[in-house]
């Protein structure tokens, strides 16, 4: 009988509904798509060491709670916990020995397919993204990760944020590059999933040309939230009627349309700037044109609340100043990263400290605008301003094991 429960306490409890417990202090398997679950893309951590590893269960599309059970009865231990495509959920959980801190939050998890006829037509190098197969992946990192215990269960109730737009918002799923969307989940609680259909070298047209918009139309539903930030790649479109006042403004017209026929509710984000100082290296230069100001009149127009991060990081840029300002994009000298042999100098795309700190731009303007899914921030967030910014000496991010050189689309 003993020998019979010891391996019952190996094998994941799943109930109606979706529900999964995995005990981590005993062994998992390596995942399987037979078998469901296990430890994926790093393979199962060796015995008795101290590894950061990813663990996957297969499940349908859908919102999943999440909460897991840190710390170790040995050791101190500091844990971070990502989801899919480096969401971030846990950020640098400190234990001691024999202590142990629980945290819940909810993961989106979706695959390309609208219906029995339709997909996403997602890009080439998606296809390797962990957003988009048939998996919910937690990655646990930290300088000592340490995990007691994985509880998953399927959440068809909590309200929803959903994300449109490029490169600046999209979860990157590889180090160094970061965007505001996959930090923007560290700040919500139990009761709040996010779902970010962004991708890089996107625009509002192309948005939804790939059937993204049509793909969060399937699930969106009265009390959820759709975040649109457009116009870093608009402004790059020169068919006839492209430009900032009449299609970008017609398509942003048709998120409107679409998201309020669903009885859910609508924000715009102006789009993030570029680090380009004046000759002076103390002012930034506005090039994004007419954009900003286009999707301002239409939020006026049609009533929609508006997040001016365009403003907020043009305040973040010149507060860090010309040089200091690299920290929080992609400038890295050679040899940074694993296969860099020249160094990086993106002046668009953020690391994950400057995404950090725009996701906090971003929940700031929420809470100002006083939107009601902001009951749902977690405890510890703080007032935000982009002039008094966290100190990028005291940030500490442990980077994933996933790396890739080759820049994002768009710029």
């Not at 959903?162 to 999209?170: E, K």
């Not at 967030?381 to 005291?394: I, K, L, N, Q």
């Amino acid at each position: 009988m003993k020998k019979l429960l010891s391996l019952l306490a190996l094998l994941p409890v799943a109930a109606l509904g979706q529900t999964f417990d995995f005990d981590m202090t005993h062994a998992q398997p390596v995942y399987d798509a037979g078998v469901g679950y296990g430890y994926d893309i790093l393979g199962a951590p060796a015995a008795k060491t101290v590894a950061p590893f990813y663990f996957s269960v297969k499940v349908p599309d859908g919102n999943y709670k999440v909460r897991v059970v840190l710390g170790s009865k040995k050791r101190n231990a500091e844990t971070t916990v990502r989801a899919e495509s480096r969401r971030l959920m846990v950020h640098n959980c400190e234990t001691l020995r024999g202590k142990t801190a629980t945290y819940e939050f909810v993961v989106n998890k979706r695959s390309p397919y609208i219906n029995e006829k339709d997909r996403v037509r997602i890009k080439d190098r998606e296809k390797d993204y962990l957003t988009w197969d048939e998996k919910l992946t937690l990655e646990f990192s930290g300088d000592a990760p340490a995990v007691q215990s994985i509880h998953i269960e399927r959440d068809d109730t909590c309200p929803t944020i959903y994300l449109c737009g490029n490169s600046t918002v999209v979860d990157q799923n590889y180090e160094p590059w970061a965007s505001w969307g996959q930090m923007f989940t560290r700040w919500w609680n139990e009761n709040v999933s996010v779902a970010n259909y962004a991708e890089s070298g996107l625009t509002a047209r192309t948005f939804l040309a790939q059937g993204r918009l049509d793909k969060i139309l399937t699930t969106l539903k009265q009390g959820d939230l759709v975040i649109c930030e457009f116009g870093h790649n608009d402004e790059k479109e020169h068919r006839p009627g492209d430009g900032a006042w009449y299609h970008y403004t017609y398509l942003l017209k048709t998120f409107i349309d679409n998201v309020r026929a669903k009885q859910a509710d609508i924000v715009f984000c102006t789009p993030t700037q570029r680090r380009f100082f004046d000759d002076d290296r103390k002012t930034i230069k506005n090039t994004h044109g007419d954009f900003p100001a286009a999707m301002k009149r239409v939020a006026e127009r049609e009533g929609v609340p508006v997040i001016d991060l365009n403003q907020m990081t043009k305040v973040f840029f010149e507060t860090l100043g010309y040089d200091g300002s690299k920290r929080a994009l992609v400038h890295y000298a050679a040899g940074t990263w694993p296969g860099q042999e020249t160094a990086l100098s993106d002046n668009t795309h953020f690391n994950p400290y400057g995404a950090y700190e725009v996701a906090k731009m971003v929940v700031m303007g929420m809470k100002e605008l006083r939107l009601p899914i902001t009951q749902n921030l977690r405890a510890d967030f703080t007032v935000f301003s982009p002039a008094v910014p966290d100190a990028y000496e005291t940030f500490k991010w442990v980077p994933a094991q996933r790396f890739e050189i080759k820049k994002p689309d768009g710029n």
